[in-house]
C-alpha cells in the first residue's frame, strides 16, 4: 500500500533553500509528507529565466529536488514573464502561460490516481482548471497581492514582482476548494473575499538549536534573498548603522543573495559575506539576528529560521507579523528604533538574557500554533481522499545525477563536455569547467518522464574526443549567462565555442544589410528584438564561419524608423517583437562575402545572416 500522492507546483525551485518563498515550499511538502502523502513536484522555471535575464547564473539544484520528491517535473515558459505592466495592474493570469495548464492537464491523465493539487501563489491559479472534477484543489498563497504596488511609494520605487486588484486576487482563489494563508492577518483577509475554504498555515520549523544568550554583541546579522522588501530594509538599516559606527560597537554581518544588490563599496561596521554554503555556519557566527523590514506581506521566514536555531532576534513589526510579539524589541517602529534596540544591548548580558526568553517563549507559541495548524490541514486531506490507496502510475526510473557518461568534442585550446544527468546549483564543474549551455527541457508529452537534461561545459585543457560528440547542433538551450558575459576563457576558446553554438536552436533569426563600414567598424540594418533596442544589454557578438569565428563588440543601436520592415523570424520565442535598428559593430571589418552574425544575450540566442557583396535582404510591408 503506497501514499497517495499530491502534486505540488511551484515557480521557484525547492533548492537551494535560499529565499523565503523556497523555504515555505519546502516546510509546506514536508507537512505533506508527515501526514502519510507522497510529493510529486512540477516546477514552473519562472525564477531561473529571471535569474538569466538578469544575467545570473540561476541557483537550482534538481538533484536535490529528485532526492527529496517522489517525482520531480520541469515546465519551461516558451514567452517571456512580465515584469513590468502598462497597467494599473497585472491582471491575475498575465504570469500563468498555456504551458502550465497543458502540463497539468498531461500529468492528469498520466498520473489519474493523484488525489489533490497544490499551486503556489495565486497568479499560477490558471492552471487549477485543467485539474478533472474529484480532485481537491488547493492554493499556497505565501502573500497578499492586491495592490501590493503601494507599498513601493515611500521608497519612490516601482515593484519588479507580481500585483494585481482586489477583483483579480479573489477571482483567482475562487478557483479553489481550499486556499491556504501564511499569517492570521491575510487569513481573515481571504476569507473576507474568497468562496474557498481558508486555512491557516504558518511554517513549522523545527528547533535546529537550543537558545543561547549572549554575554555582549560582537556580531549583529541579517541573512536574506535579494529581493526588494529585503533590499531595501536592509539597505536603509545599513546605512544607519555605519553611519556613525565606531569600533567599539558590533559588526553587521550581511549573508545570502542580497549582497549582489548592495554593491561592493565598503562601508564601516558592514561585512558582506555572501553567499553560505551552510545556513548553520552563519547562525553560530553571530550574536544576535535583526529583522528591520520596512515593506513585504507574508510571514518573514528569516525571522523564524533564526529562532529555530536559537538566536535572539530584534525587528519591526513588519518583520514579526504572524508571530503575536509582544516584547518591544520585536514592534519597532523603523530601522532607527531598531539600531537603538541593539544599541542598548552590546553590554548588557541581563538584558541580553531577557531578550533571549522573549524570544524562545515567542518560538515555542509560534511553533505550538504551526503544529495544530498542520494537524488540522491534515486532518482535511484525509477526510477528502480518504483512506490510502495503492499508487498504479507507472514507475519512474531513477533519474541519473551526472550518472551517464560524459560525451567530450575537442575544441582548439580546450575541450567541450557534454555531461546528461540532474544539475546542481553550481555554474563551474570541477572535472569538466564552466558552464556554457543547459538544454531547455522538452514539455512533458508521454509518461514515464525524466527530468534529466544535458549541459555543456568548456575548460581550457586539451584531450581527445570521448564518445559519440555532436556538439550543439540543432539543441534548444539557455546560455549560462556569466559566461556570455564574463572574458574567463581564452579568445581563441570564446570563438571556438561560438561556433559550436551557432548550430543550436536560436530564440531569433534575422536577415541584415551593410549600412557603414570604417576601420574595424561597421553598421548593420535589421530587425531586433524591442527590448535589445532600449537600454544597454551586455552580451556578445560573433562573426562566424564555418570553421572560425571573430569576437566582435557590441556598439550603439539606434531604433530606425522605416516604412518597411526588416525580414525577422522568432523561431522559438512567441514574445519577441521586432523593431528595425541599425546596428554598431567594432573589432572587425565588414563581411563581404556573406556570413552569419551570433548575437547572445542572457538567455537569448539570436541569429543574424549577413547579405553577400551586390544582394540585399527582401522587405516586407
Known sequence: MNRPTVLVIAPMP??????????????????LARGGFAVDLAYFAHEDQIYRRFGQHPPTDAAAMARHFQRTFRVEPKAAIPLKTRARHFSIDDWCPDELGDFVAWYCAAYPETRAVLVNYVFLSRCLAAVPPGRLTLIDTHDRFADRQAQYRPFRAEPNFFYTDAAGEAAGLDRADVVLAIQAEEAEHFAAITRARVHLLPPHFPARRPFRAPERLARIGFIGHGNDPNLFSIGRFAEAWSADWTPSRPILVIAGEICAGLGARPRPGIELAGYVD??????DGVDLVVAPMLMGSGLKMKVAEALSFGVPVIGTSI????????????RCAGVDEVKAQVLTLVEDARGLAALTEACANLF????????????????????????????????????????????????????????????????????????????????????????????????????????????????????GPEWVRGRRLPPALRAAVAVEIAGVQPDWEAEARLVGAGPRRFVLALALPSHLVVGRHPGAAFLVEPDAALELTLGAITPLGLAQGLPF??????????????????????????????ILHDDLVGRVRLPAAGSSPGLHP
Do not use: K
Not at 24 to 29: I, S
Not at 319 to 330: D, L, Q, T, W
Open 14 to 31: 525547492a533548492f537551494p533553500t535560499s529565499a523565503g518563498n523556497r523555504r515555505r515550499l519546502v516546510t509546506t511538502c514536508e507537512s
Open 278 to 283: 551552510r545556513i548553520e555556519d552563519f547562525y
Open 319 to 330: 518583520g514579526f507579523e504572524g508571530f503575536s510579539p509582544i516584547a518591544p524589541a520585536h
Open 364 to 479: 515555542a507559541s509560534y511553533n505550538s500554533g504551526t503544529q495544530a495548524a498542520e494537524d488540522a490541514l491534515l486532518t482535511l486531506l484525509r477526510a477528502h481522499i480518504g483512506d490510502l490507496i495503492p499508487e498504479r502510475g507507472d514507475a519512474v526510473p531513477p533519474a541519473a545525477i551526472d550518472g551517464h557518461d560524459p560525451v567530450t568534442l575537442a575544441l582548439p585550446g580546450g575541450a567541450l563536455t557534454c555531461v546528461a544527468g540532474l544539475g546542481t546549483a553550481e555554474p563551474d564543474d570541477a572535472r569538466h569547467g564552466i558552464l556554457i549551455a543547459t538544454e531547455r527541457a522538452a514539455p512533458p508529452g508521454t509518461a514515464p518522464y525524466s527530468p534529466e537534461r544535458r549541459r555543456w561545459f568548456v575548460q581550457a585543457e586539451q584531450g581527445p574526443s570521448r564518445g559519440i560528440a555532436s556538439g550543439l547542433a540543432g539543441a534548444e538551450v539557455a546560455l
Open 569 to 598: 523570424l522568432s523561431a522559438t520565442r512567441t514574445d519577441l517583437a521586432p523593431v528595425p535598428a541599425s546596428l554598431t559593430l567594432d573589432g572587425g571589418e565588414a563581411p563581404t562575402n556573406g556570413g552569419l552574425l551570433l
